[in-house]
């Protein structure tokens, strides 16, 4: 069964920088959509970026201009690099490929 693996979350400090990586272990018959989205405690999962077949995306407000998505196709594998980085950006990040759900990767932002 393919899985998604996420690496790249952690502790930075406000201003910094990270980037979220999600691989596929197994070939994907469908890549129309690859999205991230984020969890914060006490809060309700939010879509955070979207990246479509034909590479046109798609960002939440809160962080157009700071963060950006992309994928390698070949790897089966989409990224999202995030700049500028808030405290209020602290969640737990998840990759999707529908159907398919990352296991999450905790981002924390310290003021």
């Known amino acids: 069964q393919v899985q998604l693996l996420e690496s790249g979350g952690g502790l930075v400090q406000a201003g910094g920088s990270l980037r979220l990586s999600c691989a596929a272990s197994g070939s994907i018959s469908s890549l129309n959509l690859m999205a991230w989205y984020r969890q914060a405690p006490g809060s309700q999962r939010e879509l955070v970026a979207v990246i479509r077949s034909g590479g046109s995306t798609w960002y939440a407000d809160s962080v157009k201009g700071r963060f950006t998505i992309s994928r390698d196709r070949a790897k089966n594998t989409v990224y999202l690099q995030m700049n500028s980085l808030k405290p209020e950006d602290t969640a737990v990040y998840y990759c999707?490929?529908?159907?398919?759900w990352g296991q999450g990767t905790q981002v924390t932002v310290s003021s």
């Open positions: 999707n490929i529908p159907p398919l």
